[in-house]
């Protein structure tokens, strides 16, 4: 009679062959009458994988908006607390619910002319569907020109890389958004060649943040033209049925 451990060996050098690679081991030892069925209680998931959970949105930035855009040119156009702020601001944008209230908070400091101060009323509300997605182009703009005031400031957000992807999403919008089909002759051509300015490759970012301002005052400046009255709420851009 052979004993329980040889059993056990003899089970264990069978399943250890090229040719059981596959073999159930559970399976083949629950199957010996000497052992009996092995159970495998469920595995739960280890502690990191359950801390992940789902990012949260991005929340508007505690900020004054009014100082973003100064009648005079400030001491520091870089500063790093008012471009964080704004590359924070353009973040929470990313999501209809979020622009909504993004526009909204802008809305309440910038009064009913967008005129007034057009760099401002660019990101306050619009009913204009199709001047809330022409919104949506000038916040690119806003986070790239963010990106190169936190290169020049050697922040971690700030680098060539983040810089290269927000010119990205607007080279895409100068092609297939509403700009593009403003034709060659309106602002947006214009503002969208200043916005592929590259003089920060070349370490000269003071060029490419201004070439950025004068994109977003352009884009600024005609969605002021366009709906010159601030509204409540945003509009939605839908593409007309066929």
């Known amino acids: 009679m052979i004993s329980k451990g040889l059993w056990a060996l003899v089970l264990l050098a069978f399943l250890g062959t090229a040719?059981?690679?596959?073999?159930?081991?559970?399976?083949?030892?629950?199957?010996?009458?000497?052992?009996?069925?092995?159970?495998?209680?469920?595995?739960?998931?280890?502690?990191?994988?359950?801390?992940?959970?789902?990012?949260?949105?991005?929340?508007?930035?505690?900020?004054?908006?009014?100082?973003?855009?100064?009648?005079?040119?400030?001491?520091?156009?870089?500063?790093?607390?008012?471009?964080?702020?704004?590359?924070?601001?353009?973040?929470?944008?990313?999501?209809?619910?979020?622009?909504?209230?993004?526009?909204k908070a802008v809305s309440t400091v910038a009064g009913t002319d967008r005129a007034a101060?057009?760099?401002?009323?660019?990101?306050?509300?619009?009913?204009?569907?199709?001047?809330?997605?022409?919104?949506?182009?000038?916040?690119?703009?806003?986070?790239?020109?963010?990106?190169?005031?936190?290169?020049?400031k050697g922040e971690p957000n700030g680098s060539t890389g983040a810089i290269q992807a927000r010119q990205a999403e607007v080279r895409v919008l100068c092609a297939t958004g509403v700009v593009s089909r403003q034709g060659a002759a309106a602002p947006w051509a214009e503002a969208c060649a200043k916005a592929m300015d590259a003089a920060y490759l070349a370490g000269d970012g003071p060029a490419t943040f201004d070439a950025l301002a004068s994109a977003y005052l352009l884009a600024a400046s005609e969605i002021a033209r366009l709906d010159p009255e601030i509204d409540a709420e945003p509009g939605t851009f839908v593409t007309p049925a066929p």
């Open 19 to 103: 040719r059981c690679y596959n073999a159930d081991l559970a399976g083949a030892v629950g199957g010996l009458p000497i052992v009996g069925a092995i159970v495998q209680p469920p595995q739960a998931p280890p502690e990191y994988v359950k801390a992940i959970g789902t990012p949260a949105p991005a929340a508007l930035p505690e900020t004054d908006y009014a100082i973003w855009f100064p009648a005079e040119a400030p001491t520091d156009p870089y500063s790093t607390t008012v471009w964080k702020a704004v590359l924070q601001f353009v973040s929470a944008t990313g999501t209809r619910a979020g622009w909504a209230e993004a526009c």
């Open 117 to 152: 101060n057009p760099r401002l009323g660019a990101i306050a509300c619009s009913g204009d569907a199709t001047v809330t997605e022409m919104q949506q182009f000038a916040l690119h703009l806003l986070g790239a020109q963010a990106s190169v005031a936190l290169w020049i």
